[in-house]
């Protein structure tokens, strides 16, 4: 159960934008210069942890239930908050960024074209970045075990249970008339957290404080192209690019009696995985590595204090091959190639808990977060990919042939299990996600994709024409699955040697639908 699961935010943003183009002899100098200013707000709302008359609740909690879990963590209410820094001062993401970019026409026919460009870009504050300032306690959570007794498939106040740290012994959380029992002291972080259950309403200062150092992430981009003009409508351009995506910001465990801020020192080693493991079997470059939880003096805490993350950055390395065929002589012709290359960086100081390091310095970076899968591709970087179209006017019956062809190499694949040792010294930091392989050696298959049309033409009098078209879909019939899930392979508890294979392991999502046609008729006027 979470307080707070939906809630009001807002990010209020001014920017200007300032540019000029100078030009002489056979320069273009193009000049621009963006402001940004964004700050946060809480907006005033009550928050609630439990919706009585929702559907989630009625159909799936008995009523009794539903007013034990409302008793222990009720709603709160909040007024409007203006983000502030850990100093106490307006919080705001404030940016200059610069824009230049050089054209030369080397001959002065445009047939050679040189650009040399450079610029930086700030990521825009998400309305959701306001969280930061909710109040502690109102963004309270608790969370059950759950033995349906009578098998009615509803949650009901003698179903929930809670186990002891010590010896995982279940115990209920409720006494029949829905008093809480639950060890709230063994409990902290385990069953609950980020509010207190003995005062459920009483707010404090946010739980996360955020520095004032902390800013918007950067991305810096340089840029070189030079286009030559082969023929009179057919050109050809190469660009290479390099883009650095840098000052990112990280969340670090922080006690405030003490100061103490989550580093390194926090974590020791847990040995190494097992070389073979059943039900998955050779766990390959994994147990070579050592994997880390933290040290048992570190306990819950529900504070955490937002700081920049030092060394961290992502390279990307592009290069392209364009050609551009003016539609002249009844055809056309656009095409591309990319080369790229995208590796996330940690240096010295750049990750926490260094378990996955080895699988992930100077690897293939998705951008939000390494080795996550997301359907769209957008932070997946192929090594390589191409694209290309054409069309072709028939000399007779007014008749265009059209064509659409794309490629890239498959996408990046997360080879990885859980391990659990029960055994190790901090109940709250047994586990840890442990990478087989360093992210990218496995990929998914490589992807092709044509389509056809055909596209008939007739004039209408004066008035305008009608258009039949007749669409070829997947014309190669390729059955390509571009979207699975990452070959996590479950979760592996060292007492016991115990395997629990993960169902959705490397399960195939979405793949090319079959060769498919469509007829259609268009009219203009």
């Known amino acids: 159960m979470e307080r707070g699961s939906y809630s009001s935010l807002t990010t209020k943003a001014l920017a200007l934008f300032l540019q000029d183009t100078i030009s002489f002899d056979r320069f273009n100098l193009n000049i621009g210069l963006r402001y940004d200013r964004q700050i946060p707000y809480v907006d005033a709302q009550d928050v609630l942890a439990v919706i009585n008359d929702h559907p989630a609740w009625t159909n799936n909690f008995s009523s009794a239930a539903t007013n034990a879990i409302d008793g222990i963590i009720p709603a709160v209410g909040m007024t409007e908050i203006q983000g502030y820094d850990s100093d106490g001062n307006d919080y705001t993401w404030t940016n200059i960024s610069p824009r230049l970019s050089l054209t030369w026409d080397m001959t002065g026919n445009g047939k050679n074209v040189l650009k040399v460009h450079g610029a930086s870009y ?64 063994d409990g902290a972080g385990v069953f609950y957290g980020s509010y207190d259950p003995l005062n459920p309403t ?56 003490t100061g103490a801020l989550e580093s ?35 306990g819950y805490t529900p504070w955490s204090f937002e700081k920049k993350r030092p060394d ?22 656009n095409g591309s190639f990319t080369l790229a290359s995208q590796q996330a960086h940690f240096g010295d100081d750049g990750m926490i808990n260094p378990t996955q390091t080895w699988a992930l310095e100077g690897r293939g970076s998705t951008g939000r977060g390494e080795g996550e899968t997301v359907r769209s591709g957008r932070y997946d970087t192929p090594v390589w990919m191409f694209k290309a179209s054409g069309l072709y ?64 033409r007739l004039k209408f ?63 203009r006027f």
Do not use: C
């Open 312 to 333: 961290y950055h992502i390279d990307y390395y592009g290069l392209d091959v364009i050609f551009t065929k003016r539609l002249s002589n009844r055809w056309m012709f």
């Open 393 to 456: 006017q028939l000399p007779i019956w007014d008749i265009d042939l059209s064509f659409t062809l794309n490629g890239r190499k498959g996408r990046k694949i997360r080879e990885t299990f859980q391990i659990t040792d029960y055994s190790l010294p901090n109940p709250r930091s047994q586990s840890q996600m442990i990478w087989m392989l360093p992210y990218g050696t496995d990929t998914s298959s490589d992807i092709f994709l044509l389509n056809l049309r055909v596209q008939k």
């Open 264 to 298: 390194t020192d926090w974590y020791m080693s847990a040995g190494t995985p097992p070389a073979n493991i059943p039900g998955i079997g050779d766990t390959k470059e994994a147990s070579e590595h050592e994997w880390y939880v933290l040290k048992p003096e570190y």
């Open 122 to 185: 700030y990521q825009w504050m998400g309305s959701g970045h306001a969280s930061r300032w909710r109040p502690g306690g109102t963004g309270g959570w608790m969370n059950f075990w759950w033995q349906d007794g009578n098998g009615n498939g509803v949650y009901d106040v003698s179903e929930l249970y809670w186990h002891n740290t010590a010896d995982y012994s279940l115990y209920r959380a409720f006494d029949d008339s829905g008093n809480f029992t639950g060890d709230l002291n």
């Open 461 to 523: 009098r004066d008035i305008g024409r009608i258009i039949f078209s007749f669409d070829l879909y997947n014309v190669l019939n390729a059955s390509t699955i571009h979207w699975r899930y990452p070959k996590d392979h479950g979760r592996y508890t060292a007492q016991g040697s115990v395997f629990s294979p993960n169902p959705s392991f490397y399960f195939a999502k979405d793949n090319f639908a079959p060769r498919s046609f469509k007829l259609g008729v268009s009219f």
């Open 202 to 257: 009483r707010t404090t200062d946010p739980y996360r404080l955020v520095d004032k150092e902390t800013t918007a992430p950067r991305t810096v981009e340089i840029g070189v192209t030079f286009e030559k003009e082969l023929l009179s409508d057919f050109s050809v351009t190469l660009a290479s690019s390099f883009r650095r995506y840098d000052q990112w910001n990280w969340n670090l465990s922080y006690y405030p009696d």
